[in-house]
């Protein structure tokens, strides 16, 4: 990658981290433009890779997809933070914020699926490891039908989007770009994880939401890296 992509990844992860402070403040206008802002550069970088794949060569829907994913992502960032901002509207916004990020991850699934070789073996493991994760969950916490539902839908594609993630970047010998993007699935997963116990246990840490926030960036970033290396 070029030097200016780098400086795209410091810049975005600058205004995160500028974003994460202000909303802690809750200057909640002020944080859903800082974190829009943060979001629309990896979808930047998302672009620049995608276009670069294409102008290479590529022969594939695999760049577009991860592109279109990364905007679904941009979309979920800023409902998940509008809704402090509409507090009459929070849990309506809320649920929209989460069918963004399912969005975008079933677009994820649809990239990965074709590059699988594996995909059985990876699809197990996956709904085995979703329904651990939601056992926990709903075992631990009380949450409302509706939240349950999107709960289900939700880990599933997430969890099973970083399984396959994972057997590409095996299948492939852990080549540069399946690597980047199973770790970045890998950190998307932790924080969701991380965010549903933050959002429903019995006292919400700052702690845990930096860890969410900054996992969660991280793991965009490296995803949308990873069309770079295609």
Partial sequence: MDAYIYCLMILGAVLQGIFIAVEHKEKYVGA?????????????IGAI?????????YDGDF??????????????DILLNL??????????????????FLTGHI????????????????VICGVVVAAIILTIIFKTFTVKLAFKI?????????VLMTSIA?????TSGFATSALL?????VLFTVSDVVLIFNTFGTESRFSLRITNLSLYYIGQLLIASSLFFI
Avoid: D, H
């Fill in 32 to 44: 859903v433009c800082l974190k829009g802002a943060a979001s629309v550069v990896f979808c930047v």
């Fill in 49 to 57: 890779g995608c276009s670069l794949a294409f102008e290479g060569g």
């Fill in 63 to 76: 760049p577009r997809l991860v592109f279109i994913g990364l905007l679904f992502g941009a979309v979920g």
């Fill in 83 to 100: 809704r402090w901002v509409l507090e009459k509207l929070n849990q309506k916004i809320f649920l929209s914020g989460i069918a963004a």
């Fill in 107 to 122: 677009l994820y699934l649809a990239a990965l699926i074709p590059l699988s070789e594996s995909l059985l073996i990876c």
């Fill in 150 to 158: 999107f709960g289900i839908f939700y880990i599933g594609a997430v």
């Fill in 166 to 170: 994972i057997g590409n970047c095996i």
């Fill in 181 to 185: 993007y199973a770790i970045g699935a």
